[in-house]
Nanobody, 126 residues
Framework: QLQLVESGGGLVQPGGSLRLSCAAS????????IGWFRQAPGKEREGVLC????????SYTDAVKGRFTISRDNAKNTVYLQMNSLKPEDTAVYYC???????????????????WGQGTQVTVSS
């Protein structure tokens, strides 16, 4: 059974950093595109970044440009989201999702992604 598990969330002060991990079980990530999404309270889930099976990246929001990066380590079957210069508006539950094999273009609704993790909470507050 294909499963994704996020970890690395927590409470961080504004300007701080966190690295989220998305680990796969039941399948190997190297053939899949992995996207990171987030959902703040009362808001629609939004795409953040995606990395394809060939490690090309797609950005789904300008809000994290220059601050967040996505990477993958196929040997560890894990995708990472490095978040720097965090702001209070980055507070959300962060999810990873899998699709095959390329990152869908911006505009594809998040519900079209077939596989999801359970999410990890990120809170940016002083």
């Amino acid at each position: 059974q294909l499963q994704l598990v996020e970890s690395g969330g927590g409470l961080v002060q504004p300007g701080g950093s966190l690295r989220l991990s998305c680990a796969a079980s039941g399948f190997t990530l190297d053939s899949y595109a992995i996207g990171w999404f987030r959902q703040a309270p009362g808001k629609e889930r939004e795409g953040v970044l995606c990395i394809s099976s060939s490690s090309s990246t797609t950005s789904y929001t300008d809000a994290v440009k220059g601050r967040f990066t996505i990477s993958r380590d196929n040997a560890k079957n894990t995708v990472y989201l490095q978040m720097n210069s965090l702001k209070p508006e980055d507070t959300a539950v962060y999810y990873c999702a899998a699709d095959w094999p390329s990152c869908p273009p911006m505009g594809v609704h998040w519900s079209q992604w077939p596989y999801w993790g359970q999410g990890t909470q990120v809170t940016v507050s002083s």
